[in-house]
């Protein structure tokens, strides 16, 4: 049986699982090396110099290609990393759609930092195809999707825009951060490139910093390549070893992420502090019958509103086992405030216009006992209200 026959579980609890010639060791060593012995004059073992190619790098990157059915991988220092690379392929005077709703290191690097180059970015529901036309350009290369989006869940039909996309001859980027390829394949469903914040869900444990693109088809996999080797934002051995073992379990994990998530946020859709929940997993959210359609699962990260600003800072203060940190995707719960972290660097109109406000929370819900987080929670949400309003504590 090839690997490309084998269930998605398979693949990911087999990954390293390569065979190694020398000693039979059931994980693929660790390749502590940056340069490679020459047979003699005009020969290569295949690897040269490790910033071009590193024997466990390879592996991982070979693993991520499979797992997202594309042709090629490429393991970056980071998510942003690996968006560089991505984003080095347009030139001055190439316009980018991109959606609205947007993880604030994105917008960063395409305001501030891809903007000097002269690359522009329109901001759009790319959910919306009336939109995308709209703001399509002469010179528009790319449509660059989040989906769901980071903080507020926004969902976009990957296969609707990807069509779209291909008439006008305009790449299609999907970051798929926060679904894996254990529940959604963008390039199944007709997209170009797709981009990973490997430190979060595919690594799992908040302890390793890793960027993951995969491409398809053959021309933009060797433009990539040739990015990534010039730049040279690529992923150390040991980093590919962790990220590895990390993604070994992430069937697993997705599952309880998956189920923790959307239990709490139908906890909290009833709760009396809570104005709003975002989660594309709940039958009222917009985005529901198209995640159902493109994905076979949901994330296990999700934002809410609490009903008065004024609840945010002591809710924070007062959580025990949840931790107020700036991340997602690890097996341990993490609270997130995106106005002044992760969406700090987006300006205030824009944040507001999305949605983005001094009520919004975004919950990266671990794989703890549900109960238990439900309770820690709760906790802090009452004592919030005991701080803001005054009164008896309700048990």
């Not at 947007?102 to 329109?122: F, N, Q």
């Not at 001859?169 to 951060?177: A, G, H, R």
């Not at 926060?178 to 007709?190: A, V």
Request: charged fraction near 20%; hydrophobic fraction near 40%.
């Amino acid at each position: 049986m090839s690997d490309k026959e084998l269930r998605i579980e398979s693949r990911l609890a087999q990954i390293g699982s390569v065979e190694e010639p020398v000693t039979g060791a059931v994980n693929y060593p660790i390749y502590q090396a940056t340069a490679f012995r020459h047979p003699r004059l005009g020969q290569s073992t295949g690897f040269d110099y490790a910033r071009t190619k590193s024997p466990t790098r390879k592996v991982l990157e070979d693993a991520s290609a499979l797992l997202e059915s594309g042709d090629a991988g490429f393991a970056c220092s980071s998510g942003m990393a690996a968006l560089q690379t991505v984003f080095t392929l347009f030139s001055q005077g190439d316009h980018l759609i991109v959606s609205l709703d947007l993880y604030g290191g994105t917008y960063r690097l395409l305001e501030k930092i891809l903007s000097k180059y002269g690359v522009t970015a329109s901001y759009v529901d790319t959910n919306d195809l009336d939109a995308i036309e709209t703001v399509r350009k002469p010179n528009t290369k790319a449509v660059f999707i989040e989906t769901p989006t980071n903080p507020l869940m926004m969902v976009t039909d990957i296969e609707a825009v990807s069509l779209w996309a291909r008439k006008h001859e305009i790449l299609t980027i999907v970051d798929n951060t926060l679904l894996t390829p254990y529940f959604q394949r963008p390039l199944e469903l007709g997209a170009d490139i797709v981009v990973h914040s490997a430190t979060k869900y595919l690594g799992g444990h908040n302890d390793v910093l890793a960027g993951l693109i995969v491409t398809k088809g053959e021309k933009l996999s060797e433009e990539i390549a040739f990015l990534h080797n010039s730049i040279g934002a690529v992923l150390g051995p040991t980093d590919s070893y962790q990220l590895m073992r990390g993604m070994k379990t992430l069937a697993l994990r997705m599952e309880r992420h998956e189920s923790n998530a959307l239990a709490m946020a139908h906890y909290l859709e009833k709760h009396p502090q809570i104005a709003e929940v975002f989660h594309p997993g709940l039958p009222q959210h917009p985005g529901y019958e198209i995640q159902n359609k493109q994905s076979s699962g949901n994330t296990g990260i999700f934002s809410f509103k609490v009903t008065d600003s004024r609840y945010v800072e002591p809710v924070l203060r007062h959580l025990k086992l949840i931790a107020f940190a700036e991340s997602l995707g690890g097996v341990e719960s993490l609270m997130t405030y995106p106005a002044i972290q992760t969406h700090a660097d987006i300006p205030l109109e824009i944040r507001e216009a999305v949605g983005v406000d001094d009520r919004l929370l975004r919950f990266s819900v671990g794989i703890e006992h549900i109960d238990d987080l439900i309770e820690d929670l709760g906790r802090a949400l009452e004592a919030a209200r005991v701080e803001v309003e005054g009164g008896l504590v309700h048990e």
